[in-house]
């Protein structure tokens, strides 16, 4: 089959499994050309590039040998500051400068596509919307510190980077930083290190006139990053330096972290994300629609994808994407019946209920149990196949039954790696749609686990 560059770049994500395919770096890349021996797709920074080269290549890399040929492979071109886009990014093109204390403070690791004016509004997310926008056009001034919070997919990342890339346009002079919790501890650690170090981490963190910290709930039971991060906290604030932080859960529930830091989170706004209701569903389609260039889905189809989907944002542009690309590739009416038969020939086991009151002990004792093994098996390194799926099982029925962090979940099978929990999801996904054997056992398992 000869494919166009958008069908076989759908299909490789498609292939890659729900978790990598929405990774907010991939969904920047728009595919350019396809030859027999090169993908070529743009991305706009050169950050994208390295993200996506560092993280994703030999997979895909593989997929396309598995699609195209042998000699098949993703070229990546990253946009430069000059507008132009090139290849590869050059270190030594760029000699050295003495930094410029007037220039605009530009925080790389913001994602230039989630701005307010791309972010839905909905009655469940108005307050998060509202008070974003306010902390964006007055930093420092409303609303110190911001604590957004809400379940996995409804958008405290958009808001996050939003209120980054419009304090950049309004207040150019202002350092920006965003940061995810797991990073702001792996450097804490770093810093203990040397104490040059130390001083470069606090200099880094305790400068900025905005700090953006993504999942706070990473902090629980890492004594000694809450311990640098209260000193942050107290620092930038007492300087009118903004703070804004996302969390799974509102501060009371951070049960492992310190009271004095719980407390001081509740000391601005604290607003809360729901799942969207119908008719902002509808409208995040049709935006979804516009920025993948997804022409003529009729709105029956819009329509029957928002009654079916109503998790969260990812699950529901996640399907879109499924929809239109199974459409696109074996050329398809896009028609309410065929979107119908695409979700539901995708093995997805029952949604996540009672997520609150279900534990990773929970599932653990249950998955252990069916296969007649001990909860140390579970939790041990051995690579026997007896072992190795019901231990994937449990890993996947913890992404799919709880609110757990990756690390929490890491954490409670005793791996420090949460990539080990994501290989793990991906794998269960792939097998339960082609096993029916193996997706009435997970149904079973959850089941008994609800």
């Known amino acids: 089959m000869r494919y166009t560059p958008d069908q076989i770049w759908l299909k490789i994500l498609s292939e890659l499994g729900d978790t990598i395919r929405e990774d907010v770096y991939l969904r920047q890349a728009k595919p350019m050309a396809l030859t027999e021996s090169e993908l070529t797709v743009s991305v706009p920074s050169v950050y994208t ?269 996640g399907s879109l994407i499924r929809v239109a690309a199974e459409a696109s590739l074996f050329n398809e009416e896009l028609t309410v019946d065929f979107a119908r038969n695409v979700l539901n020939n995708v093995a997805t086991p029952a949604p996540r209920i009672n997520s609150k009151a279900i534990t990773a002990e929970d599932i653990q004792k249950v998955v252990a149990g069916y296969f007649r093994l001990k909860i140390s098996d579970l939790k041990s390194s051995t690579r026997t196949k007896a072992i190795v799926v019901p231990r994937q099982i449990a890993m996947y029925l913890c992404r799919q039954l709880t609110n757990l962090s990756l690390m929490e979940i890491a954490d409670a099978f005793g791996r420090q790696d949460h990539t080990t929990i994501l290989h793990a999801n991906n794998r269960i996904e792939e097998s339960i749609r082609a096993d029916a054997e193996l997706y009435q056992t997970i149904n079973f398992l959850i089941e008994d686990i609800q």
């Open 49 to 317: 590039h390295e993200q996506i080269a560092s993280r994703f290549l030999p997979d895909i890399n593989g997929l396309l040998e598995k699609q195209i040929g042998a000699n098949c492979r993703l070229k990546i071109i990253a946009a430069q500051p000059d507008g132009k886009r090139h290849p590869e990014p050059s270190v030594s093109s760029t000699p050295a400068t003495e930094p410029d204390d007037d220039a605009p403070s530009t925080d790389t690791t913001l994602n230039p596509e989630y701005t307010f004016d791309r972010f839905v509004v909905g009655t469940g997310n108005r307050l998060s919307h509202a008070a974003s926008l306010a902390v964006s056009e007055n930093p420092g001034k409303i609303y110190n510190p911001l604590f957004i919070y809400g379940g996995v997919g409804l958008g405290k990342t958009h808001l996050l980077h939003a209120i980054g890339n419009r304090i950049q346009e309004v207040h150019s002079k202002q350092k920006v930083l965003y940061i995810s919790s797991e990073t702001f501890m792996n450097e804490y650690i770093d810093s203990i290190i040397t104490r040059t170090t130390a001083f470069d981490f606090r200099s880094k963190y305790r400068t900025v006139d905005v700090l953006l910290i993504d999942d706070i709930q990473f902090l629980q039971r890492k004594e000694g990053t809450q311990e640098e991060f209260f000193h942050t906290f107290n620092e930038l604030h007492q300087n009118s330096n903004h703070i804004v932080m996302t969390s799974d859960r509102p501060p009371k529930n951070l049960e492992t972290v310190e009271e004095r830091l719980r407390s001081r989170f509740e000391w601005g706004m604290v607003a809360d994300i729901s799942p969207p209701q119908f008719e902002t569903r509808i409208a995040i389609l049709r935006q979804k629609c516009e920025d993948q260039n997804l022409e003529n889905v009729p709105d029956s189809v819009l329509s029957y994808i928002a009654e079916a989907i109503q998790t969260n944002i990812r699950d529901l542009e």
